[in-house]
């Protein structure tokens, strides 16, 4: 079975522009989150989606946001983009919904912003 | 508020020593699970160890075993007669009603295992 799968793996914005990043999850598994993890703030939970539906979210600006399509593969968007906001982010997927089950992560997309 | 602590930001021992990685958490709820991650250079997190908190059993998987003491809030990691391999940095987690069940996570502790 396929692992996790983010892309791209590696990206470099500049102060003011947006980002997109991709996941796409464990076949079978419909519920997909996010997290960034930074040497400052260490990990930290973005938001969660399941069938589509976003289910839970962290405390983050609105800049920050996601979706989640019918084949459950899931995007998050960030627009104007910060220096802080260079981080790995990293998605991981259950198949059920909630983080009290065991997730799987994929290797993370990590972004910086100059 | 739920914290959870991870006291030991690095620890370093040699290949088969014994190695106990801390994790002391804060919770209001009686409801509530615990985790260990464990992220190696790659960066991906390896799921290690989900428990609730009606089950104070320890556990042990092969070289691995987890000490859940409610008493002392304290949800302990050991590795025995480490391997190379096992050098990475390891997470520990909570999630409960406290928290609007999102995952709150440990500093982390990093681990070497020097050959």
Redesign the interface.
């Known amino acids: 079975k396929a ?1 996790v799968t983010q892309t791209p793996r590696y990206l470099i914005k500049t102060r003011g522009q947006q980002v997109t990043l991709s996941c796409s999850p464990i076949s079978g598994h419909r519920s997909v989150s996010w ?1 960034q993890q930074t040497p400052g703030q ?4 973005l938001f969660e989606y399941f069938s589509e539906t976003q289910r ?1 979210k ?1 405390n983050f600006p609105g800049r920050f946001s996601g979706r989640q399509f019918s084949n459950s593969r899931s995007e998050m968007n960030v627009s104007t983009l910060e220096l802080g906001d260079s981080a ?1 982010y ?1 998605c ?1 997927s259950s198949s059920l919904t ?11 997309t990590r972004l910086t912003v100059t | 508020a739920q914290k959870v602590t991870q006291a030991q930001t690095e620890i370093s021992v040699v290949e088969k020593e014994d190695v106990t990685l801390d994790c002391v958490y804060e919770t209001r709820d009686t409801t509530y ?1 615990l985790f260990w ?1 464990k992220q190696p250079p ?6 290690l160890i ?1 428990r609730n908190s009606f089950d104070e059993q320890n556990e042990i998987s092969g070289r691995y075993s987890w000490n859940f003491q409610k008493s002392t809030s304290s949800f302990n990691f050991t590795i025995t007669a480490s391997q190379v391999v096992d050098s990475a940095v390891y ?1 520990c ?1 909570l ?1 409960g009603r406290d928290s ?4 709150i ?4 502790t990093k681990l070497i295992i020097k050959p």
């Open positions: 692992g997290y260490g990990l930290q939970f839970n962290g790995l990293l991981a909630g983080v009290n089950y065991e997730q799987y992560f994929g290797p993370g | 699970y991650y790659s960066g991906e997190l390896v799921f989900r997470f987690a999630s609007n069940y999102q995952l996570w440990g500093a982390g």
